[in-house]
């Protein structure tokens, strides 16, 4: 049996080695080839180019590269048509890789393809579940309301589980370490701040997660605030965070192992956080949070032009709850968001309705299943069948 796998960037590395893996377990005859990055690399994937090529965002991260771009589109295509695999599975990145189908399909109308990830289209732009049916035969999703979604433009699609739900998570013993290590009382409040991790998220969640915090520090004076932070942005995330209460502590993601991320998650109380997948991280430590977003001011007009859903954290669309509360675009203010903060921290209704649709959220993506890896490898072989 012959694969080929596609990845443009390390989350779909991870997704797609631990496919790999399950294939690997289920077919003893199955070969692969692609493109991938160095945990794909690990379950015996020799990439056609580095992964690295693929891992850029907007238009002016294209734009210098769109030659580049367009040759490896075109190299990857005429790969698959010489190889002929068996079936080719393409893995998030859907700019690259449903180009790439696009061009293949042209000169093998029949070859099987499955897509790992379903497209948001739940939540704007639905006609690209139509446009991905061209090339598409079969989709994974993460998420266990989207097969729908997807069915209703012409594919087939499997829930297959989320990634988070395998990943560990810290106990009781490493969060009360966590807090002994960095001298943080057992008994002290403890505040995750999340701005989020790129430049113009911090630039923007920033002040006014320091001035909400300003407020929660003022009728809680004993909280303490850490703030976890990717290594290229630590030296951004201190100057960002000069001017905020309570001489926060920031963990670097570049010096500390990713243990004591998961221990922090697991002993703080309560999260102010940038709305996005960590929302899931959060849930998955059972750490009560409160969600924000900003995006630059035209960004936010078409967002809430396109918008098709009242909510955009996913803890909330899994649980179909509305427990967590969110404060996006002109809502995220100080005033507002600090009063959230300080009722989470306070125990009572609001932290019981979270805590109890997190746990809802984990069982629903799939916690304590069958492991999504195999659980999507079975639906690739299945898929195969029909």
Same mark, same amino acid.
């Given at each position: 049996?012959?694969?080929? $796998?596609?990845?443009?960037?390390?989350?779909?590395?991870?997704?797609?080695?631990?496919?790999?893996?399950? %294939?690997?377990?289920?077919?003893?005859?199955?070969?692969?080839?692609?493109?991938?990055?160095?945990?794909?690399?690990?379950?015996?994937?020799?990439?056609?180019?580095?992964?690295?090529?693929?891992?850029?965002?907007?238009?002016?991260?294209?734009?210098?590269?769109?030659?580049?771009?367009?040759?490896?589109?075109?190299?990857?295509?005429?790969?698959?048509?010489?190889?002929?695999?068996?079936?080719?599975?393409?893995?998030?990145?859907?700019?690259?890789?449903?180009?790439? %189908?696009?061009?293949?399909?042209?000169?093998?109308?029949?070859?099987?393809?499955?897509?790992?990830?379903? &497209?948001? $289209?739940?939540?704007?732009?639905?006609?690209?579940?139509?446009?991905?049916?061209?090339?598409?035969?079969?989709?994974?999703?993460?998420?266990?309301?989207?097969?729908?979604?997807?069915?209703?433009?012409?594919?087939?699609?499997?829930?297959?589980?989320?990634? /988070?739900?395998?990943?560990?998570?810290?106990?009781?013993?490493?969060?009360?370490?966590?807090?002994?290590?960095?001298?943080?009382?057992?008994?002290?409040?403890?505040? /995750?701040?999340?701005?989020?991790? =790129?430049?113009?998220?911090?630039?923007?969640?920033?002040?006014?997660?320091?001035?909400?915090?300003?407020?929660? /520090?003022?009728?809680?004076?004993?909280?303490?605030?850490?703030?976890?932070?990717?290594?290229?942005?630590?030296?951004?995330?201190?100057?960002?965070?000069?001017?905020?209460?309570?001489?926060? %502590?920031?963990?670097?993601?570049?010096?500390?192992?990713?243990?004591?991320?998961?221990?922090?998650?697991?002993?703080?109380?309560?999260?102010?956080?940038?709305?996005?997948? $960590?929302?899931?991280?959060?849930?998955?430590?059972?750490?009560?949070?409160?969600?924000?977003?900003?995006?630059?001011?035209?960004?936010?007009? /078409?967002?809430?032009?396109?918008?098709?859903?009242?909510? $955009?954290?996913?803890?909330?669309?899994?649980?179909?709850?509305?427990?967590? +509360?969110?404060?996006?675009? &002109?809502?995220?203010?100080?005033?507002?968001?600090?009063?959230?903060?300080?009722?989470?921290?306070?125990?009572?209704?609001? =932290?019981?309705?979270?805590?109890?649709?997190?746990? %809802?959220?984990?069982?629903?993506?799939?916690?304590?299943?069958?492991?999504?890896?195999?659980? +999507?490898?079975?639906?690739?072989?299945?898929?195969?069948?029909?």
């Amino acid at each position: 049996m012959k694969v080929f $796998v596609i990845a443009g960037e390390p989350s779909g590395d991870a997704l797609g080695a631990a496919l790999m893996e399950g %294939l690997r377990s289920l077919r003893v005859d199955v070969d692969f080839a692609g493109v991938g990055g160095p945990l794909m690399a690990e379950q015996g994937l020799h990439s056609q180019f580095p992964m690295e090529e693929l891992s850029i965002m907007g238009l002016a991260g294209v734009l210098p590269k769109y030659r580049v771009l367009k040759r490896r589109i075109r190299q990857t295509a005429q790969a698959i048509t010489a190889q002929a695999p068996d079936v080719v599975v393409t893995i998030d990145s859907p700019d690259f890789c449903l180009r790439v %189908l696009a061009q293949a399909r042209a000169a093998a109308p029949q070859l099987k393809t499955v897509h790992y990830v379903a &497209p948001s $289209v739940w939540a704007w732009r639905p006609k690209r579940a139509t446009k991905m049916a061209r090339v598409v035969d079969h989709v994974l999703a993460l998420l266990p309301f989207e097969p729908p979604y997807m069915e209703a433009a012409g594919m087939s699609c499997d829930f297959v589980g989320h990634p /988070l739900t395998t990943e560990p998570v810290a106990s009781e013993a490493e969060a009360a370490a966590f807090r002994a290590t960095h001298g943080i009382a057992a008994d002290a409040p403890l505040i /995750l701040a999340l701005p989020g991790s =790129r430049k113009g998220e911090i630039e923007r969640l920033a002040p006014p997660f320091g001035a909400a915090l300003t407020q929660v /520090l003022a009728a809680v004076p004993q909280a303490q605030i850490v703030v976890p932070s990717v290594g290229a942005r630590v030296a951004q995330m201190r100057a960002a965070l000069s001017h905020w209460p309570g001489a926060p %502590l920031i963990l670097d993601a570049s010096s500390v192992p990713i243990a004591e991320k998961r221990a922090a998650f697991r002993a703080a109380d309560v999260a102010l956080a940038a709305s996005g997948t $960590v929302s899931l991280e959060l849930a998955a430590a059972a750490t009560p949070m409160v969600i924000a977003g900003r995006m630059n001011a035209l960004s936010e007009m /078409l967002m809430k032009r396109l918008l098709l859903i009242d909510t $955009v954290t996913l803890v909330n669309l899994v649980s179909e709850t509305r427990a967590v +509360a969110e404060f996006l675009g &002109p809502d995220c203010i100080a005033e507002d968001m600090a009063p959230a903060v300080v009722a989470l921290l306070q125990g009572g209704a609001e =932290r019981q309705a979270q805590l109890a649709a997190m746990e %809802l959220t984990m069982e629903r993506l799939g916690r304590g299943g069958e492991a999504p890896g195999l659980r +999507a490898a079975r639906s690739v072989l299945a898929a195969l069948e029909r």
